[in-house]
């Protein structure tokens, strides 16, 4: 499938928690479907302003009968802020769906655990809603430092929530990975910082769970022209994260 | 209706608009988003004989109106690139232009002649890459040394040949007059700006090669600066490009001397960058009665 480009009406765009926002738009008619784990380029402010580039922001949320996109987007510099400052009827610009999303078949009849970190959360939604219908079973593992967002929207594709946090302000107090127990999953997606989807892989792999992350790279064009978002893989490949990706099988990186 | 036809070294393009290597893919990757009829030519990633991983570390910098980055010279290489990139991108519509750069004298020579044995339309020849020792910036600074590649490279192609300048040449006149002295059928300029920048965490440089091409509207004056004076200095066509974004931006360099422009870092503010500057030249001159841009090409000169 290849990206488009279009203009789409802010609907809702709200705090989630600290730094946190979930905006909602209108995907115009017309415009190709995204699937889990893909993303597309957002601008809400002038090709001749900055910042410069488009921020990549993962889809959290697709309802297709409504054509309602969901973004949860974490607030972290200048492109975010504009983001931030959108309200109900604003526009802005959509370049995608970009990038390839999970691969949902391969959760078919398996024991399947999406582990997520942080705003690393934020793909996993979709992911949840698509491969619920297939899985045998889905159980979400999520870690905070501090602040537990968005957990409560997983619960009706999960089985199980299991939660913790850094600080222990919410269920247990540790690291996401504290909560896995590998022998009870045949398949893990990942999507966190960089150590914790290291960690987790690693885990998920020697226990020989089939393992996919969703990597976060800084990106120019979203579209794999740019070459900006290339990093290595563990054989020193050098791959896109915006067109390879962003998903990868888990041993890519971390095997 | 203008006719936004153009004639660069002999080769018709149907817009003076071009995508800049290295900002455009192979093209295919703007085919869903732009309409390419709009496109007068792409100048494809920039390519070595042997393909290139490219640099480590932190590849690309926002700056206030402006990118810096150290891509370096990340691509497949020529032959892969003949048998796998070159027949979609032929297919796309704009004329083709590989843009080629190279390590050595010798590197050059070889992947000149490979395409010269291809259909591409043009081979665009990269002797500014700032981002790799070994990328051609070695021969883009001395215009001896760029005379010295592009006689050579001349000897290997009957291929229209554009030579890429960099804006770090010592002089950019007496490069660009080495250049046709040696026998480029035109010039494309201006390359990246070499440019730093450093963490102020880590207290270190920002790229793992400290040093990276600035990009976009912040050199878009200078970039002017220089095309206006080699347009005045040389007979064969010049491509002007640095930080174009819009259609003015494009008419103040066709107004400066350029027979085409290329869009490079504005495609990634705007996808839909190179069609919107095609047709909003094309409304410009509508709006001012000018049918061809031969009628305005060179008028500040």
Redesign the interface.
Known sequence: M????CEALVLVNEEEATGIRQMRVNLPAGQPEPKAGMFY?L?AWG??E?????RPISVHRWDKETRVLTFLYQVKGKGTEKLAALCHGDRLSL?GPAGNGFPVEAARGKRVAIIGGGIGVAPLLQLAREVHPVAARVDFLAGFRDEVYRVDAFEPYCANIYVATDTGSFGKKGFVTDLLDTEKYDLAYICGPEIMMKNAARLCLAAGLECYVSKEG????G????????C?TEK???VCVC?DGPVFEGSVFYG | MADLRVDLCGKELRTPVIGAS????FGG?????VDMNWVGAVSG?GLTLEGK??N?G???Y??????I?S?GL?NPGVRHFIEHELPAMRALGPAVMANLGGSTIETYEEGARLLDATDVDFIELNISCPNVKAGGIAYGVKAASAHEVVSRVRKCTSKPLIVKLSPNAENITEMALACEDAGADGLSLVNTFQAMAIDLETRRPVFDNVFAGLS??AIRPIALRMVYQVCKAVNVPVVGLGGI??ARDALEFILAGAAAVQIG?????????CEDVARGIAAWMDAHGVKTLDEIRGAAL
């Open positions: 290849r990206a488009q480009s380029m601008r090709a001749d900055p910042p410069l580039l488009s370049t800084v990106m120019a064009c579209l794999g022209a740019c070459l900006g978002c290339t290595r020193g490949e050098p067109k | 290295g900002t455009y893919g990757e703007f085919s869903g988003i990633k991983a490219g480590t932190v590849r690309l926002e700056t206030p109106s402006g990118l980055n891509i990340q976009g509207p974004a819009t870092t504005a495609n990634f503010a705007n996808p839909r960058a």
